[in-house]
């Protein structure tokens, strides 16, 4: 790979892009649960020395435009506008509303997509970029949870990358 290609480049339907020069050292996901949606995380180490931290929320199924019942708790539908040549291979019809099923949507036919939801952020040390990995924000604040697939990265990330290697599991709360 040129050293000037980004080694991952994440779009959010309709928002903004994340482009990472860097090198990929730890990745994990909740694929194998085989369920219709999934979280994706990766650890990348910067050209500039920084670490990154990639997390995608991500799913397989659309929904019907204009539906009463698949709703995010704001009232917003789920999902974005799409048509059929939106959708991925293996994206499934949502069981409650029930939009037709990919192979019998016409081509200009709208439906509403669970596009990827990405984030990225990047920190200065291993210890904060697991710091953040280890974070999940609940209703009653912030807390430290390590999901599986934050395990599966760091583990990754402890083969790949000499700063990874070295580090404790202890968290600092402060
Ligand atoms: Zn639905």
């Not at 990348?44 to 019942?69: C, I, L, P």
């Not at 280890?134 to 430290?144: E, H, L, M, N, Y």
């Not at 990358?161 to 709360?173: L, Y």
Request: with cysteine; aromatic share 8%.
């Amino acid at each position: 790979m040129a050293a000037d290609e980004p080694a991952a480049v994440y779009s959010n339907r309709g928002g903004a892009t994340f482009k990472i020069y860097g090198t990929l050292i730890g990745h994990g996901d909740s694929v194998s649960d085989g369920r219709d949606r999934w979280v994706d995380v990766d650890l990348f180490r910067t050209d500039t020395g920084d670490y990154a931290v990639h997390r995608a929320g991500m799913s397989r199924v659309y929904h019907r435009v204009g539906n009463a019942t698949c709703t995010l708790r704001g009232g917003q539908p789920k999902g974005l506008l799409a048509v059929r040549a939106d959708l991925p291979e293996g994206a499934v019809s949502c069981d409650v509303c029930e939009p037709p099923y990919p192979e019998e949507l016409e081509d200009d036919e709208a439906v509403l997509f669970e596009f990827p939801r990405h984030s990225v952020k990047s920190f200065a040390t291993p210890q904060e970029a697991v710091t953040d990995l280890f974070s999940v924000r609940g209703d009653s604040g912030r807390g430290f949870s390590p999901s599986r697939p934050a395990m599966a990265a760091l583990a990754q990330a402890r083969k790949n990358d000499e700063g990874f290697s070295v580090i404790g599991m202890e968290m600092d709360i402060r």
